[in-house]
């Protein structure tokens, strides 16, 4: 079965190729190489460009600990449920709290091990090394 090119856009690009878009309701062209069309295409752009802009004009958020990330997944989850942000936006900002409990988790732990390694008197890897070059520098510079 042949596909019916009358109604697709009438456009030629500059490689000779057609558009391949369906065309509209009475014009031989579709949305974007409408020429009657001109007007309505700017003010698309102009509303997406005012949407971008009005979806990243979120207040600040101040996240220091889990709980704050808690905190800040919970107003995401309802701002997202009440319609206050996109759901693109509601991704992101799910997303980056994942990677926010993953570092804080390292940081937690690093301070963990800190402090197990200081109640054991265990000698933290830069220490040995400081204390090796010291030794080193003290073997090297006394004469024998
Ligand atoms: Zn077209």
């Keep these: 079965m042949k596909e019916d090119t009358s109604k697709k856009c009438q456009f030629k690009k500059t490689s000779g190729a057609s558009c391949g878009a369906w065309a509209m309701k009475d014009s031989p062209y579709c949305f ?3 020429p009657d069309m001109a007007v309505e295409r700017k003010s698309a752009v102009l509303k997406g460009g005012l949407a971008q802009k009005k979806q990243l004009n979120l207040p600040r958020v101040d996240i220091q600990n889990p ?3 808690s905190k800040f997944l919970n107003k995401v989850v309802n701002e997202l449920r009440t319609g206050k942000i996109d759901r693109r936006v509601a991704n992101a900002l799910g997303y980056l709290g994942g990677h926010l409990v993953k570092s804080m988790e390292v940081g937690i732990m690093e301070d963990r091990v800190v402090e197990i390694e200081k109640a054991l008197k265990i000698k933290r890897p830069q220490e040995v090394e400081q204390e090796a070059n010291e030794l080193l520098g003290s073997k090297q510079s006394s004469p024998q």
Aim: glycine fraction near 0%; proline fraction near 0%.
């Design 32 to 34: 974007t190489h409408n």
């Design 67 to 69: 709980k704050d990330i």
